[in-house]
């Protein structure tokens, strides 16, 4: 017996998942007692929980909690920490309304309670002879003693197992947590103008209805967008993104509905569209100004009928989606220039949200920087850097054409630049200069020179541009083009009012790249 006993508590103590440990234990103690019924109970709340149980029927009991203020034997022992026999139908403690769904009861319950290393009782452990006789159990007193020496040594490793396991989960959380903190985008702000866009936020959420965000470029409308998906009944569905202005016609056409195989030439096998694949979540259609207007037709129908039709495929397949879409541009103005449908804007403007630029919203900067600063630094594994009192100053003030885009970037830029814990006027200083042109730069190129006007006051004394090379300026202009534009280079050539392929033979003799 003390051999075994041996065995048994290094077996145990070698297993560290709790649920393995608890079988392991709860069986090994049946075999000992020669029993076919046993269970584990542990303290929780004001109750006690049925961790673990074996034998016939064990699964009606398995998971169950009886409340503290049931008389129970396995709450008797719990509370008083002493093992106990009991009787069932003669002994009072004795809780029947379990049993009584079992074929087979008890006979005899041989309960001990479950210690930790201090002391204290944290559950109880119930060994029950259903035999006909009720004689199974070995009920030696010195057999006693010594099979609760082997419970109490066997208690710890088990307590020890779900701690372990505990902490492994906490350890899980926070790292889901740390995780989201680096990748989410959070809204935040306190202005009044960010204070009604997230009113406006929780309140559409509760529907839906098409929502339609609009705003300058950089100024977090996807961001938005998440924040209205999370807060709606679709949160543990998809939510899934599409940049209308990124890709060709047929390519965004076969993104978003998919297409069966010999649809066209590569199309080897079916796909699903963007629209199936968020089923019961949310699409976001990014810069919807940019849709090609046939495309704008097949999405009008998708509102109306909620049901798309793969490219190549007979028969249409209903989906359930919430569409949110977001624009920088003034789409009213690009219903009387014909180049978006009307009754596509009113499907999708059903509720309105409309983003304030940064400059709008100044209050709000420092609350950024922080975020910013903090998010970037858990990313980089360091510690926040923190922003001198003259350079808040300069940053508040700063004209943000960029929008939170622009504040972001400059955040990541400063991250790396500043040198000690401080983050100085002189740190901004080459952000602030490279930025000035971006503005002055067309203006003053395009300008022709006045008549009469002497060379010297042509050249703008004292200006941006003294001290700089043609080929800083041009690269200030260009990484202001593609910021605005987040990096489409199309539209950014066309801002600059040149051919897509002579903007990107200047990115590449300017060393710029994606």
């Known amino acids: 017996m003390r051999d075994m006993s041996f065995n048994f508590c290094k077996t145990l103590s070698q297993e560290l998942d709790p649920e393995k440990l608890q079988h392991m234990f709860l069986t090994s103690l049946l075999e000992l007692q020669n029993v076919e019924r046993g269970s584990i109970w542990i303290r929780k709340g004001d109750g006690y929980y049925c961790a673990e149980a074996v034998g016939s029927q064990s699964e009606m009991i398995k998971g169950i909690t009886i409340s503290a203020s049931q008389p129970s034997i396995v709450g008797w022992v719990i509370e008083n920490g002493k093992m106990t026999i009991g009787e069932p139908g003669r002994d009072v403690r ?14 005899l319950i041989l309960c001990f309670p479950l210690l930790l290393r201090s002391g204290e009782v944290y559950g109880a452990v119930q060994l029950i002879d259903t035999s006909a006789g009720g004689d199974r159990l070995n009920l030696n007193k010195d057999y006693l003693e010594l099979l609760q020496n082997i419970i109490d040594l066997s208690a710890i490793a088990l307590s020890n197992s779900l701690v372990y396991t ?28 960010f204070l009604r866009v997230l009113k406006e936020a929780g309140d559409y959420a509760k529907t839906d209805f098409p929502v339609l965000i609009t705003g300058e470029s ?21 939510f899934l993104v599409q940049n209308c202005s990124a890709i060709p016609e047929t390519l965004l056409e076969s993104e978003l509905f998919g297409y069966e195989k010999g649809a066209f030439t590569g199309a080897v096998k079916d796909k699903i569209g963007l629209f199936e694949a968020a089923s019961g979540g949310t699409v976001f259609l990014d810069e919807i100004g940019d849709m090609p207007p046939l495309l704008q037709a097949r999405i009008l129908r998708v509102i109306q009928n909620s049901e798309v039709k793969p490219l190549g495929g007979t028969r249409t397949r209903r989906i359930d989606v919430r569409i949110i879409s977001a624009t920088n541009k003034d789409l009213r103005e690009a219903i009387a220039r014909e180049q978006f449908r009307e009754d596509l804007f009113y499907r999708l403007n059903v509720l309105p949200v409309h983003m304030p630029s940064l400059r709008e919203r100044q209050e709000d900067i420092p609350l950024l920087l922080e975020h910013f600063l903090g998010k970037e630094a858990l990313r980089m594994g360091t510690r926040p850097k923190k922003i001198s009192r003259e350079s808040l100053q300069a940053l508040v003030e700063y004209p943000w054409r960029g929008n939170i885009r622009e504040l972001e970037n400059l955040v990541k830029h400063l991250i790396v630049v500043s040198s000690g814990e401080w983050i100085t006027p002189e740190d901004l200083s080459t952000h602030f200069a490279a930025s000035q042109p971006s503005t002055a730069a067309p203006a003053a190129i395009a300008a022709p020179p006045q008549a009469g006007c002497p060379q010297s006051q042509r050249e703008f004394p004292d200006s941006v541009f003294d001290g700089r090379s043609w080929d800083e300026i041009e690269r200030a202009y260009v990484m202001h083009l593609l910021e605005k534009n987040r990096w489409n280079i199309t539209r950014a050539a066309r801002e600059a009012r040149v051919n897509r392929s002579t903007f990107d033979s200047r990115m590449k003799k300017l060393g710029i790249r994606k």
């Open 94 to 107: 004795h809780l029947k309304e379990v049993e009584e769904p079992f074929v087979v009861k008890s006979k």
């Open 166 to 193: 505990d902490k492994v989960q906490e350890n899980l959380r926070l790292k889901k947590a740390l995780e989201t903190l680096r990748s989410e985008d959070a809204a935040i702000g306190g202005s009044p103008a």
């Open 218 to 238: 950089g100024t977090g409308k996807e961001v938005i967008a998440k924040a209205i998906h999370r807060m709606s009944r679709r949160v543990d569905k998809p």
